[in-house]
């Protein structure tokens, strides 16, 4: 199972929904200077949809995850909370 977004996943941000991303990684200890940037884990996507107080949307990308599975599309867990998490670094 895929744990971490993939560099061109982070590239699709937007430059001010990176520093976003950045500052609340950097601030939880998650990235440092020495660290090889691949982008948020599962676990570290669901904090920070927690933290940003948007478990609502959590809940959406996760019920799409589920439908997607269902109806056979390959849809995997990280993605659909990285979808969920663009979102709201976008807003």
């Known amino acids: ?9 982070l590239n699709e941000l937007s430059k001010r929904a990176y520093k976003k991303l ?17 982008g ?15 478990p609502l949307k959590m809940t959406e990308f996760l019920a799409l995850f589920i439908d997607d599975r269902q109806h056979g599309k390959d849809i995997g867990l990280c993605d659909a909370l990285w ?6 670094l976008e807003k």
């Open 40 to 54: 948020p884990n599962i676990g570290q996507m669901i904090e920070f949809l927690n933290w940003e107080n948007e």
């Open 83 to 88: 979808e969920a998490v663009k979102e709201v």
């Open 22 to 38: 950045d500052k609340w990684m950097s601030s939880h200890g998650y990235w440092t200077s020495t660290m090889v940037v691949w």
């Open 1 to 9: 199972m895929k744990q971490h977004i993939t560099p061109e996943q």
